[in-house]
């Protein structure tokens, strides 16, 4: 059974920068797409980034060029480093895993679909 756990969310200011960590267990790496979503307050689940286990990478079209995914595979860490961080960046953020089933699915944009999924961890961003 795989079990995500997150952690590094918290409150900070417009433009600061905040590193996310998921600690992963219970898989095959080679056989998963892991990535990021978030839900916003009164808005549906997004995903954020995704990276396939040969490091190939996807993103929302909004944080690109701010927020990069990342992974430790030898440790079973994801990660997200989020940067110049806004408001409308305020979001519970969600790690979350799925068995390849091809190239179409380990996108960002499907990562709210995918079937493993820790707790959580707030992100706040103030103005």
């Known amino acids: 059974q795989v079990e995500l756990v997150e952690s590094g969310g918290g409150s900070v200011q417009a433009g600061e920068s905040l590193t996310l960590s998921c600690a992963a267990s219970g898989y095959a790496r080679s056989s998963y797409c892991m990535g990021w979503f978030r839900q916003r307050p009164g808005k549906e689940r997004e995903g954020v980034a995704e990276i396939t286990s040969d490091g190939r990478t996807s993103y929302l079209e909004s944080v690109k060029g701010r927020f990069i995914i990342s992974q430790d595979n030898a440790k079973n860490i994801l990660y997200l480093r989020m940067n110049d961080l806004k408001p409308e960046d305020t979001a519970m953020y969600y790690c979350?895993?799925?068995?390849?089933?091809?190239?179409?699915?380990?996108?960002?944009?499907?990562?709210?679909?995918?079937?493993?999924r820790g707790q959580g961890t707030q992100v706040t961003v103030s103005s």
């Open positions: 979350a895993a799925d068995r390849v089933r091809g190239n179409w699915f380990c996108l960002s944009s499907r990562v709210p679909e995918f079937g493993d």
